[in-house]
């Protein structure tokens, strides 16, 4: 079954330290990998996908296929960083779709 | 360019209602999804559609009726509202390839059956 995990409902740091939000998923073929944000009263918007290997504001996540995980990492967190983040899935044969983890709430405090 | 544009934005029904949520998009994607959002669940995807024309259900279809008789919009209509519909509901649109674009949402519309 194709699953998305995201095992932390909240994630509390200090402004300054590092972060990593963990996502692991379950699906038996090459799926494509994202984390989209949602900051307070805003709209869901992509911040990166496993395939473009970019850095977006400070954060970066790594595909790891043994571990079937792709954890959002950022070195230095910043209090316009808190928002809730979602990781998700789409498939190998691209519908549009997405399976979407149960997300989890950053809160940077000052 | 606005977007993913959903109406309304906040609406409250009592149980049995019927009612329609708007979607529409103006970037000529080809892929659109509903979504609900709950606490706890992330988001489940409710009907999606590949093209004009073409729907398919999703993980959480029961309830919901979607059609796609143009490109641009993607209603979604609760036939009889049950409490258990309460949630936000968001629409996303994509370009149609297989490169994986990524989504694009609306703001969401907050819905309360009573």
């Known amino acids: 079954a194709q699953r998305v995990t995201q095992p932390e409902k909240l994630l509390s740091v200090f402004k300054g330290a590092p972060v990593e939000l963990k996502c692991n998923y379950s699906y038996s073929g090459s799926p494509e990998l994202f984390w989209y944000v949602q900051y307070s009263r805003q709209r869901l918007q992509l911040l990166l996908r496993?395939?473009s290997r970019e850095s977006i504001k400070g954060f970066t996540a790594d595909l790891n296929k043994g571990e079937t995980s792709f954890h959002l990492k950022k070195p230095f967190a910043q209090e316009e960083d808190s928002a809730m983040y979602y990781c998700a899935l789409s498939g190998s044969s691209n519908t549009g779709k997405l399976i979407f983890g149960q997300g989890t709430t950053l809160q940077v405090k000052p | 360019n606005a977007g993913v544009t959903q109406t309304p934005k906040f609406q409250v029904l009592k149980t049995g209602q019927s009612m329609t949520l708007q979607c529409a998009q103006d970037?000529?994607?080809?892929?659109m999804s509903w979504y609900r959002q709950d606490p706890g669940m992330g988001l489940r995807l409710i009907h999606y559609s590949v093209g004009a024309g073409i729907t398919d259900q999703g993980e959480v279809p029961n309830g919901y009726n979607v059609s796609r008789s143009t490109t641009e919009d993607f209603p979604l209509r609760l036939l009889s509202a049950a409490p258990s519909q309460t949630s936000v509901y968001f629409c996303?649109?994509?370009?149609?390839?297989?490169?994986?674009?990524?989504?694009?949402f609306g703001d969401g519309t907050r819905l309360s059956i009573l």
């Open positions: 496993h395939i």
């Open positions: 970037m000529n994607h080809e892929y």
């Open positions: 996303a649109s994509s370009a149609g390839d297989r490169t994986h674009q990524p989504q694009h």
